[in-house]
Structure formats: structure tokens, C-alpha cells
């Protein structure tokens, strides 16, 4: 499985970003999909996940700002980030899994946002 993910950049706080990620090859095997996040000198962080069958979790920080969506026969995940943050620069990594409880099978080129405030 591949990932690509494009729709990062710089933004000024409040601003909004959308992430897209494309899943090709063996795509049949790919139940959850999603996005990490990675800030200088920090953990890689789980931002949101969405499940084949549209289950959706969160992380406590994005809840009520971002959106993920998914569309299954484009094999595709959205992330839709409105009223962005400083807090929220990061290079944020695409990923998919084999399972609905895990999200860590397959990763994607990361992408940038920079948000300034």
C-alpha cells in the first residue's frame, strides 16, 4: 500500500487547511485510515482516524476543529483543519491499518503546516 498526501502549507492562525490522502495497491487490505502529527522536539501524535465503516476518533486537542472525512471508492481521507493554531505546526503523516483499533500499517510521505500567529 501506498500513500500520498498533499494539502499542507502556511497559514495564519484561524486560518483553514485541507489534507487529502490517496491510498493505491493493495487498498482491499485497509480497514482504518488517518493522520499523525509530528512537532519539532515531540512525539508523533495521533490527530484522527476513520474506520471502513465510518467510526471516528479524535484526539481531545482537534475535537471541534477538525473534520475528517473519508470517501471509500476513491480510496481517499480528507482532513479538514479550521480555526488552526500555532500550536498546531507539525509535518503530519498520513496512515492506514489492517485493523479498526490501530493506525500504524502504513505511512505516507509527511506534509507540512505551518501556521503563524
Excluded at 52 to 64: C, M, S, T
Aim: hydrophobic share 30%; with cysteine.
Amino acid at each position: 500500500v501506498q500513500l500520498q498526501a498533499s494539502g499542507g502549507g502556511l497559514v495564519q492562525a484561524g486560518g483553514s487547511l485541507r489534507l487529502s490522502c490517496t491510498a493505491s495497491g493493495s487498498t482491499s487490505s485497509i480497514n482504518t485510515m488517518g493522520w499523525h502529527r509530528q512537532a519539532p522536539g515531540k512525539q508523533r501524535e495521533l490527530v484522527a482516524a476513520i474506520t471502513l465503516d465510518g467510526r471516528i476518533n479524535y484526539a481531545n486537542f482537534v475535537k471541534g476543529r477538525f473534520t475528517i472525512s473519508r470517501d471509500n471508492a476513491k480510496n481517499t481521507v480528507y482532513l479538514q483543519m479550521n480555526n488552526l493554531k500555532p500550536e498546531d505546526t507539525a509535518v503530519y503523516y498520513c496512515a492506514a491499518d489492517r485493523t479498526d483499533y490501530s493506525l500504524t500499517d502504513y505511512w505516507g510521505q509527511g506534509t507540512q503546516v505551518t501556521v503563524s500567529s
